[in-house]
């Protein structure tokens, strides 16, 4: 059976605005059951552990899809959510891929996590895919191969366009903006229309643009580890 570690965000405040953030239900949803119904054994885990903060923006009623809905009804998997591992005691040992969700809250501590940054390395030099989709290629924002170059410099990466963050208006309240942050890094940035199902592969890197393209890298992912 293949295993792959979800990485979810810790962190629940949207800059000063006194809002909430976290983890994009959908980006987490579709990808886990996706590769749930093909036997994949998933195994959660964030900064904190326990229970990460889910984007209240990703509950209203035209953020829902099969895949909310089914997981509004998936006890179990929310149990399994609400115990996630704390990020420092895991490795890459026994998982065969890593996988970000995205959700604003990336931003603020993921792309900083020490051990994040280690466990993203760790898997890339273990010859083992590494994915993140919408805000979590923030994830990669200080990650660096074995040379010392940034991982994403000279491939191709995508992740939440300049102007969807526009479209939600938190242009001016994040902390960077992920496609500005990926061109400085290197990263050869690609993007589709806005909204639209875009993903990028590079060797072990897979990237997807937005929500909607969070299945399509767990369908890549899937077919780089069987």
Not at 77 to 105: C, M, N, R, W
């Amino acid at each position: 059976m293949k295993k792959v570690l979800f990485v979810l965000t810790s962190h629940d405040q949207l800059g000063d605005t006194g809002k909430k953030t976290g983890f994009w239900i959908e980006e987490f949803a579709a990808p886990y059951y996706f590769l749930h119904d093909k036997d994949v054994e998933i195994t959660l885990a964030s900064p904190k552990g326990g229970q990460p903060p889910i984007d209240p923006s990703s509950e209203t009623e035209d953020a829902q899809t099969e895949a909310t809905k089914r997981f509004h009804k998936d006890e179990a998997l929310q149990q399994k959510l609400a115990s996630t591992l704390k990020l420092a005691s895991v490795d890459q040992e026994g998982f065969d891929a890593i996988f970000y969700p995205g959700g604003h809250g990336p931003l603020w501590d993921l792309a900083e996590d020490k051990d994040s940054i280690a466990l993203i390395e760790s898997f890339y030099n273990h010859n083992k895919p590494v994915s993140a989709v919408c805000h979590a290629p923030a994830v990669f924002k200080h990650v660096k191969d074995k040379d010392g170059n940034y991982l994403v410099k000279g491939k191709n990466v995508t992740g939440f366009t300049n102007s969807e963050e526009e479209a939600v208006q938190l242009t001016d309240i994040v902390p960077f903006l992920v496609e500005d942050m990926l061109k400085e890094r290197g990263g050869l940035y690609a993007k589709g229309d806005d909204w639209s199902v875009f993903t990028q592969e590079d060797g072990l890197l897979i990237t997807g643009q937005n929500p909607a393209s969070s299945e399509k890298v767990a369908e890549i992912l899937l077919a780089k580890i069987s």
